[in-house]
Nanobody
Framework: QVQLVESGGGLVQAGGSLRLSCAGSGGIFSNYAMGWFRQAPGKAREFVATITWSGGSTDYADSVKGRFTISRDNAKNTVYLQMNSLKPEDTAVYYC???????????????????WGQGTQVTVSS
């Protein structure tokens, strides 16, 4: 059973930056592909970014391409989401998720993931 804990959320002005972290425990972290999703009030959970178990491949939602970067440090059992040039529409609860996968496949749908963190709030003011 994998446990995921997000941190790094907060309040930031438009144009600012935040770095989210997601620490994993209870499993072999490097055996899991990881993803970031977000959910704004009244909206469905949406894909933000994903990274393969090795960190060799990544994918992003069109809305964040060029502004967000996903990375991982398997030695620290942690995945990161660097968010730059933040916009008010990025305001949401951000969740990290994990799926057991040792193939170089990218997972972009919430139903594909087995484990979820509790989420961290990101608020971008205009």
């Amino acid at each position: 059973q994998v446990q995921l804990v997000e941190s790094g959320g907060g309040l930031v002005q438009a144009g600012g930056s935040l770095r989210l972290s997601c620490a994993g425990s209870g499993g072999i972290f490097s055996n899991y592909a990881m993803g970031w999703f977000r959910q704004a009030p009244g909206k469905a959970r949406e894909f933000v970014a994903t990274i393969t178990w090795s960190g060799g491949s990544t994918d992003y939602a069109d809305s964040v391409k060029g502004r967000f970067t996903i990375s991982r440090d398997n030695a620290k059992n942690t995945v990161y989401l660097q968010m730059n040039s933040l916009k008010p529409e990025d305001t949401a609860v951000y969740y990290c998720a994990a799926i057991l996968s040792l193939i170089s496949r990218l997972y972009t749908y919430p139903y594909e993931y087995s484990y979820w963190g509790q989420g961290t709030q990101v608020t971008v003011s205009s």
